[in-house]
């Protein structure tokens, strides 16, 4: 049985663009823990700077917001308002591998070809 409240395993979940394109935070959100596939999507091309966008989940609302620069660093221009479900990081630009260790996210805003 398939459990969506998993992260994504390439175990259970097989193909990551198959997962994306059915996870793709219209009908459901996609789910990822730890920064390994950030870097896999990056390798896959997958990911466009200054476009896609990553969801850090917080223990309490709201979750923080991030855009992937050029760099494939992630960045933040503040905080925004606070009564949101979701608003940026503080200010500053991040290292994914640091800022995702064993965080649960979910990425939006990928170059997806069906």
């Not at 390439?10 to 390994?36: I, P, Q, T, W």
């Not at 223990?59 to 620069?69: E, F, G």
Request: contains cysteine; glycine residues 8%.
């Amino acid at each position: 049985m398939d459990d969506v409240y998993k992260p994504y395993s390439l175990k259970f979940r097989r193909v990551l663009e198959d997962y994306l394109e059915s996870h793709d935070g219209m009908s459901c959100d996609n789910h990822f823990c730890g920064a390994r596939y950030f870097y896999v999507m990056q390798r896959k091309g997958l990911i466009i700077p200054r476009i896609t966008s990553v969801r850090v989940a917080t223990h309490v609302i709201p979750d923080t917001l991030y855009l992937v620069n050029e760099d494939f660093m992630l960045q933040s221009s503040g905080r925004g308002e606070g009564n949101m479900s979701c608003v940026g990081g503080d200010k500053g630009v991040y290292n994914p591998r640091v800022l995702l260790r064993r965080r649960h996210w979910s990425i939006h805003g990928l170059k997806l070809i069906s």
